[in-house]
T-cell receptor
Framework: DTAVSQTPKYLVTQMGNDKSIKCEQN?????MYWYKQDSKKFLKIMFS???????INETVPNRFSPKSPDKAHLNLHINSLELGDSAVYFC?????????????FGSGTRLTVV | AQSVTQLDSQVPVFEEAPVELRCNYS??????LFWYVQYPNQGLQLLLK??????LVESINGFEAEFNKSQTSFHLRKPSVHISDTAEYFC????????????FGDGTTLTVKP
């Protein structure tokens, strides 16, 4: 029973397209995150939601829009995809907002823009 | 603001040898410290964490890390590594006053050779 699941696992698309990545957690956690991992494996936070409310919004192009319909789901929509968006996107969750327990990560979505 | 520096990008070792992966951090506030492990094509998994109290923390698979406040370090060690320990290791700091936002180091690739 996967704790944090992301779909799709792989996504290959052309420049200019719009795509979405879905994330669901069944841990009962209050907080969910999106991280981007580039080709050098550097991880950078993008967004965080706590109980459907946006609490972290890093400097990310506004082509990226997160949506949280409920506290178990956090989706990421990307408009007008660019080559530089190619990366692995990780969803994560944690209990509370203090980060005291660390994160539980999904297995990632590898996005390739051609 | 907080930052994490992992001092070694790659660490090759032979099986059954000891290993140390070094991590220094910088923060103006008290933070929580974590080590995560990422196996190929997988998400990150929490390895161990330091919140407070005893400065030496251990994981279930033989890794340990020691928090050193004066040196602002949180180095990861294992006395005898296995081939299966080959993975990417990330040090992270979490700011409980900033929605638990975690900042990750650039990662250290541990390669265990037979």
């Amino acid at each position: 029973d996967t704790a944090v699941s992301q779909t799709p696992k792989y996504l290959v698309t052309q420049m200019g397209n719009d795509k979405s990545i879905k994330c669901e957690q069944n841990l009962g956690h209050d907080t969910m995150y999106w991280y981007k991992q580039d080709s050098k494996k550097f991880l950078k936070i993008m967004f965080s939601y706590n109980n459907k409310e946006l609490i972290i919004n890093e400097t990310v192009p506004n082509r990226f829009s997160p949506k949280s319909p409920d506290k178990a789901h956090l989706n990421l929509h990307i408009n007008s995809l660019e080559l530089g968006d190619s990366a692995v996107y990780f969803c994560a969750s944690s209990q509370g907002t203090g980060g005291i327990d660390g994160y539980t990560f999904g297995s990632g979505t590898r996005l390739t823009v051609v | 603001a907080q930052s994490v520096t992992q001092l070694d990008s790659q660490v090759p070792v032979f099986e059954e040898a000891p290993v140390e992966l070094r991590c220094n951090y910088s923060s103006s506030v008290s933070v929580y410290l974590f080590w995560y492990v990422q196996y190929p094509n997988q998400g990150l998994q929490l390895l161990l964490k330091y919140l407070s109290g005893s400065t030496l923390v251990e994981s279930i698979n033989g890794f340990e890390a020691e928090f050193n406040k004066s040196q602002t370090s949180f180095h990861l060690r294992k006395p005898s590594v296995h081939i299966s320990d080959t993975a990417e290791y990330f040090c992270a700091v979490s700011d409980p006053g900033n929605a638990g936002k975690s900042t990750f180091g650039d990662g250290t690739t541990l390669t265990v050779k037979p």
